[in-house]
């Protein structure tokens, strides 16, 4: 059964009308027809609530691997590294599961604008293929990020995943900027995990 967690708040700025990601980047691009039939999950999954301190932003990643090899990478919330860039190592608690509300520490590489980041697991289905996490500490520039991954298959071994995110821009930043960087990160993780849902695929296919 689907998790996500529910708020609710005084604040004006919290009344700010859900507000769809403002363009998909496609690696490589989606067809007319393909975007169609993902327009009820970007409905669905990728319309946020975004305040005007805030940017938020799609992508969309095609991979020549089956649902459910994919879906097998991105569900493990304490191996982000299998398939992110940048990231260094992670701990979990000793008694951690992969549930809803659970979290994580991440190391990031040196070279970057981010030293660690705790991150909890918001959104776990795994009927429907959707899983998102949040940002709640650590030293790093993306405040208050929060991102929706979504499973799509367009056709037998081959899926879409998209993969959407809100984050506040820094003080001295424009929206621009920070969707640059966020773009990039998210664009290089996806890209590699094409890469490794693939390569697990061959060895899984060659096994058989």
């Not at 649902?67 to 569900?75: D, E, L, N, Y």
Request: a negative charge; one cysteine or more; aromatic letters at 6%.
């Amino acid at each position: 059964m689907a998790e996500q967690p529910s708020s609710s708040s005084n604040d004006p700025e919290s009344t700010i009308s859900s507000t769809p990601s403002p363009s998909i980047s496609t690696l490589p691009p989606l067809t007319p027809s393909e975007l169609d039939a993902l327009r009820p999950a970007l409905t669905a999954h990728h319309t946020h609530s975004v305040l005007p301190h805030q940017c938020t932003s799609i992508l969309a990643q095609r991979i020549h691997a089956p649902r459910s090899t994919v879906w097998s990478i991105i569900r493990r919330f304490d191996q982000p590294q299998t398939y992110k860039h940048f990231i260094k190592s992670c701990s979990v608690s000793p008694d951690f599961t992969i549930s809803v509300g659970s979290t994580r520490d991440v190391t990031v590489i040196s070279g970057l604008p981010a030293a660690t980041s705790t991150e909890r697991l918001d959104i776990l289905d795994d009927a429907r293929y959707v899983f998102g996490f949040s940002i709640i500490g650590g030293e790093h520039r993306l405040s208050n990020y929060r991102s929706v991954t979504t499973v799509h298959e367009i056709e037998e071994g081959v899926v879409v995943v998209l993969e959407s995110y809100v984050v506040d821009v820094p003080e001295g930043n424009s929206v621009e900027d920070t969707r640059l960087f966020a773009d990039t990160v998210v664009k290089l993780n996806l890209q590699k995990l094409a890469a490794v849902a693939a390569a697990m695929d061959r060895v899984n296919g060659a096994g058989n």
